[in-house]
């Protein structure tokens, strides 16, 4: 493998409203739709060796319309579950546990559809999704989530999972991931399709 494109998918009515969106799987929004489709032309006449897609239709529909055909889907890149804290938003948790920060203080347990997972458990499904990619003879493309990609990039980079805090991420946007003298470095992060 010599490069990963990785996508981050559009809109939702929960991202645009800041709540945590981890297993439930809700569409694009109209706008959402519009960002997918201006990563289209990062797409066009590439070859990609290997196209992996989370199974959240929000990724899968982002991945249809930005025109990355033949994808598989990987159920190792669903985003982080966020057990008790799906669906709320940040200053929501807060109210409860002040000064809240999902990178330092990670979240409570949920149902048994939102169990819930550490920093560490993200990292291990970025790690089987990284040692994927790079069996791959070329390009590879991951379309998926803001937390999910971040801690994949800061695994990337060798660091801890955590380190995905120092990376920040908006919907329908792209990042590249590639090598410099054979290091894994970032070449493109968070960046808007003009």
Known sequence: ??????????????SKAGRHT??????LTEHGE?????LAPLVKGQRFDLVLVSPAQRARRTAELAGLAGYQVD????????G?????????????????????????PGDAEHPGESA???????????????QADG???????GHFLRVL??????LEPEGGRLLKLDTGTYSRLGFEHEEPVLVAWNAPVS
């Open 34 to 38: 519009d960002q997918a489709r201006a």
């Open 120 to 134: 560490a458990d993200v990292a291990a499904r970025a790690d089987r999704v990284i040692a994927r990619a790079k």
């Open 84 to 108: 008790g804290y799906e669906g709320i938003t940040t200053p929501e948790i807060r109210e409860g546990r002040p000064g809240w920060y999902l990178w330092r203080d990670g979240v409570t």
């Open 22 to 27: 981890g297993r439930t799987d809700l569409p």
């Open 153 to 158: 990039a800061a695994r990337w980079l060798g």
């Open 75 to 82: 159920e190792d890149m669903w985003e982080w579950d966020y």
């Open 139 to 145: 390009r590879v493309a991951l379309v998926a989530h």
């Open 1 to 14: 493998m010599n490069e990963m494109l990785l996508l981050r998918h559009g809109e939702t009515e929960w």
